[in-house]
């Protein structure tokens, strides 16, 4: 199985700052990495699917990078809405497997 | 995308079965591939298997090979997910999940149930 791997595993920022989380893969997945926002006692939504598309409706403040085994996710400028925690997610092999996380609060 | 219902909560004892249904709105719901996961309490997600459209095939996970079964009904369009011999580990929520597009199975979990909470508790 593909292990993936997130850092950090807690972030607070502050309202508008710039956060980055990176995900990195066991083993190349090409561009087959996807970002998802989870809030509590709620399903998660997928925000970027094959590393770095932005799906339609989610606010253009959150952008995605990376290939093979080293993956970036950016929020550019942080807003309250966006507490929450973030996953990646490969899906190039199965079984899918996810990040453990990356828990967003503010400052 | 695919909007989906699922069954509610469920309390069970060790040892015993649950099945959970995932209910579309949408006509064209026969044509995706229909993707199980959960998450147990305060953990991450972890990906169970995957039915395709016809219900004719599923894919599962190592972990869940013999105690998982995922079915779709093709008059009613509801897919179900039935976990047995339950133990306290399989409290979690679990969800279904449909990928982006019909006929395709990515791996991209698009769409989600709002989740089915399974208490397994003697």
């Known amino acids: 199985d593909i292990q993936m791997t997130q850092s950090p595993s807690a972030l607070s920022a502050s309202v508008g700052d710039r956060v980055t989380i990176t995900c990195r893969a066991s083993?190349?997945?090409?561009?087959?990495l996807n970002w998802y926002q989870q809030k509590p006692g709620k399903p998660p939504i997928l925000l970027i699917s094959?590393?770095?598309n932005l799906e339609s409706g989610v606010p253009s403040r959150f952008s995605g990078s990376g290939s093979e085994t080293q993956f970036t996710f950016t929020i550019t400028s942080l807003q309250s809405e966006d507490i929450a925690t973030y996953y990646c997610?490969?899906?190039?092999?199965?079984?899918?497997?996810f990040g453990p996380g990356t828990r967003l609060d503010i400052k | 995308q695919v909007q989906l219902l699922q069954s509610r909560a469920e309390v069970k004892k060790p040892g015993a079965s649950v099945k959970i249904s995932c209910q579309p709105s949408?006509?064209?719901?026969?044509?995706?591939?229909i993707y199980w996961l959960r998450q147990a309490p305060g953990q991450g997600l972890e990906w169970m298997g995957t039915?395709?459209?016809?219900?004719?095939?599923?894919t599962y996970a190592q972990k869940f090979q013999g105690i998982v079964t995922m079915t779709r009904d093709a008059a009613t369009s509801a897919v179900y997910m039935d976990l047995g011999s339950l133990t306290s580990d399989d409290t979690a929520v679990y969800y279904c999940?449909?990928?982006?597009?019909?006929?395709?199975?990515?791996?991209?979990?698009?769409?989600w149930g709002q989740g089915t909470l399974v208490t397994v508790s003697s």
């Open positions: 999940a449909s990928p982006p597009d019909a006929f395709s199975s990515s791996g991209i979990f698009a769409s």
């Open positions: 949408g006509d064209n719901f026969k044509y995706f591939y």
């Open positions: 039915i395709n459209p016809s219900g004719s095939s599923a």
């Open positions: 083993q190349d997945i090409r561009r087959y």
């Open positions: 094959g590393a770095s």
């Open positions: 997610q490969q899906s190039d092999y199965v079984p899918y497997t």
